[in-house]
């Protein structure tokens, strides 16, 4: 599944890239005032191949949730029990996922597919909105610094898991799916993927996630550094860097993003999760950074790393960073605002107005 996969992401079509550009050009507004909406709305028709591309909605958010075995290392004051509590919150619908979910009129499918201990028999009964996917490939990850996270055959199978969820998704109607996680402990293997992806410092690209003190945060950045010094991550094969220091959540992501583009639908990417998730997926498929949209920027400074080296730039920037899908949805209605521009501006000629 994951090579053909691979095989079916292409490039941007060209035939489409160049009547955006030009219908742009020709809508009644000064030629680059709506900025980088502009560049977006032609990077969408070049993925969708047509122009104008379709409106991206119905939106689907998938919430990939996992454990790590790094929390053993003492890299957040939250114990590992909030990953399946919060699993029961966003099924209950009281999470703030939710409700900008309801606010953007978005699904919301949660999938277990790393959890430590199994969500409580019955949860999806109070279900408001949200389901549950059961696709567990292990109970948590394996400690990063003592040894490999995952086995090759699980990472494959977390992104194989994330590349079926899409399918799913964009087979119910989908027009753009949105990243979601939920993980205690995951931004310390996010920012082991992305100083594995780009080369860069751990100190650069490890922050502060949840909020800890100062004691923790130089733990977690020596935890990063000894992941990347015990296993030598090579950035060519990223499945081998998912299986050495990745989360399950991580590489479901990957193939969540995969198979959008597979499909040609957007993937309107959330925090730092998501970054690290896109590098891993760019490096098994380069074109695959033209499903990728940029959310926001997250606090978290491995993100911003993340995005510069994919060449992305973020559509919005609060501060960001708390996950879930949150931002992602937040951007959300920029994205459809650019894609709306396409379809429903005038053109100078149709409405009258003379050029400059």
Not at 241 to 246: S, W
Request: hydrophobic residues 50%.
């Amino acid at each position: 599944m994951l090579e053909t996969t691979i095989a079916a992401i292409r490039p941007l079509d060209e035939p489409a890239v160049a009547a955006a550009r030009d219908l742009q050009a020709r809508l009644t507004k000064p030629a680059g005032s709506l900025g980088a909406l502009e560049d977006l709305s032609v990077r969408l028709a070049g993925l969708a191949g047509t122009c104008p591309p379709p409106l991206p909605e119905p939106a689907a958010v998938a919430i990939f949730a996992g454990d790590h075995g790094v929390h053993a290392q003492g890299v957040t004051p939250w114990p590992q029990e909030v990953t399946v509590q919060m699993i029961g919150n966003f099924l209950a619908g009281g999470a703030v996922v939710n409700a900008f979910a309801r606010q953007a009129g978005a699904t919301v499918t949660v999938v277990d597919v790393g959890v430590a201990t199994v969500p409580p028999v019955g949860a999806a009964e109070v279900s408001v909105g949200p389901r549950l996917v059961a696709a567990n490939v292990r109970r948590g990850t394996r400690d990063m610094t003592v040894t490999a996270a995952l086995t090759r055959d699980e990472a494959r199978a977390a992104v194989e898991t994330g590349v079926r969820v899409a399918d799913e998704l964009v087979d119910a109607g989908a027009g753009i799916l949105l990243t979601g996680d939920m993980g205690i402990g995951n931004t310390t293997p996010s920012a082991a993927l992305i100083a594995a992806f780009t080369g860069v410092d751990p100190a650069a690209v490890t922050g502060r996630g949840t909020g800890v003190d100062d004691e923790t945060y130089q733990r977690k950045i020596d935890v990063v550094r000894a992941a990347l010094r015990r296993h030598r991550p090579d950035p060519v094969d990223p499945l081998g860097v998912l299986a050495a220091v990745g989360g399950l959540e991580h590489a479901a992501l990957v193939g969540l993003i995969l198979g959008g583009a597979a499909r040609r639908v957007p993937v309107l990417l959330d925090g730092v999760i998501a970054a690290s998730a896109a590098l891993a997926a760019a490096a098994f498929a380069p074109d695959a950074v033209g499903a990728m949209v940029a959310g926001h920027r997250s606090a978290e400074p491995g993100a911003s790393v993340a995005l510069r080296h994919l060449g992305l730039d973020p559509l919005i920037d609060l501060g960001l960073r708390l996950g879930e899908g949150t931002g992602a949805l937040l951007a959300l209605p920029v994205v459809t605002g650019a894609v709306r521009v396409l379809h429903e501006v005038a053109t100078f000629d149709a409405a009258g107005v003379s050029e400059k």
